[in-house]
């Protein structure tokens, strides 16, 4: 999972993106990396860690230029090394290019590359993405390329590359500094863009980035689409390969933040929604209970849309500790089970005594909610009752948000019926999967829930992208 930000029409632009950085780095801590274009030359700085620890005040005067592109980067694939951290830059014809997502037929993509004499040296996605986009427009014109050489060579990534992935990239077109984006035909991985005060053009992952710059959103970034940005420009956007939308829902129920404008919608709004759909689903089990507690952060909407539905009180349960970090994102169970320790702590009031319902936003492999459970047994509830606002995770995810292999997913690896005593609690209530079709409104890439996938992955390159990946569970 990996966030970007690409801005051009400002001084000093790398300051404004190591800011907007900040903001996105929810959506990767392992590394991050800025590039500038400054007349004609790029900066480029990247490493492991956080922004606040990379880009120091030294390392952001010495990135100099009004436009570039900024990444945090978590890896759902490859090693995690400093080599790995992006913008990725290629001299010919001079491009530099950051992204979201996943490549779901790198073999493929090699084998294109090869045929030209291109090799792949990261384990990085947006390498061969970055490869087929410069060699497409070198082939089409040389250095001599304008907005149709650019949509031709989007169009041969779509042709090329497979996947999900939204991408920004910088380079000189027609002689002038233009910021590049562009969403795969079906809009999985999100992205939108907007426009400073100064009038400074922006693009994102999430428009939290545009929002810590005082920027204004215009809009989502269309699937299959191409936006060109330049300073003092109107902006163009072209439609190169739309399919029918299946964004990412899983976004909107765990990863992004919930103060994102994210597919026409407020992410805060739609975990609302699901937490009332899940009271309403929750209340026909017939189960009673005294008290709403969500497992922060992401499930308080949810917590208490649903303790509003049924018409409970809704407390805070769980302190957390706001500079543990993100336990999402640690790379095995040790220091995982650690975290968790240092990350959240009970309040034993709020539940001693009580028929307890917990929300939480989803569960993976199984094993942090147990861990929590164990916790609040330490304080005795008279009940625990465990509710999901999203179906059973019963399918890997091969489009960039890191999930275990199919084996090591608990709804797929033991009986509905063993649940409850999996996880420790005294019954488990998982939001429906037509209760998450019809609060979603309209079709949503859900395969990790439903198994549907938008778009198709071979066993070859299922088994190729689960050997790849570091494995690390989500809390
Ligand atoms: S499979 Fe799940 S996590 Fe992956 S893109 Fe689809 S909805 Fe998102």
Known sequence: MCGFVGMIGRNNASTSLSIALAALQHRGQDATGIATLDRGRVHLHKDLGMVASVFTPEVLTRLGGSSGIGHVRYPTVGGGLREDAQPFHTRRPGVVMAHNGNVTNLSEVEAWLRKRS??????????????????????????????????????????????????AAL???????????????????PGCYGKGEDGAWLVASESVALDALGAKRVGDLPPGG???????????????EPLPARNCIFERIYFARPDSQMEEGRVYDIRWRLGERLGREWRTS??????????????RPAAQAMAETLGLPFREGFIKNRYSGRTFIMPDA?????????????????????????VDDSVVRGTTVRRLADLVRQVNPAEVHLAVYSPPVRNPCFYGIDMPSRNELVATRLPEEAWAQAFGVDSVTFLSLEGLRETAGRPTCMACFDGIYPVAV?????????????????V
Do not use: H, W
Not at 226 to 240: D, I, N, S, T
């Open 226 to 240: 191409l936006l060109l940005l330049r300073a003092g420009e109107e902006p163009v956007l072209v439609e190169v």
């Open 171 to 189: 380079l000189e077109v027609e002689g002038k500094e233009t910021l590049v984006a562009f969403r795969d035909p079906r809009g999985i991985r």
């Open 458 to 474: 071979s066993q070859a390159e299922e088994a190729l992208i689960v050997a790849d990946r570091r494995g690390p569970d989500r």
């Open 286 to 299: 017939g189960k009673v209970a005294d008290v709403v507690i969500p497992v922060p952060d992401t499930s």
């Open 118 to 167: 291109l090799r792949v040296q990261s384990s990085c996605d947006v390498e061969p993405i970055l490869l087929v986009f410069a060699e497409s427009l070198v082939t089409a014109n040389g250095n001599d390329f304008g907005t149709n050489e650019i949509r031709d060579a989007v169009r041969e990534v779509f042709a090329v590359v497979k996947g999900a992935y939204t991408c």
């Open 334 to 358: 040790e220091t995982r089970a650690a975290a968790l320790r240092l990350k959240l702590n009970v309040i034993p009031e709020m539940f001693e005594g009580k028929r307890v319902i917990l």
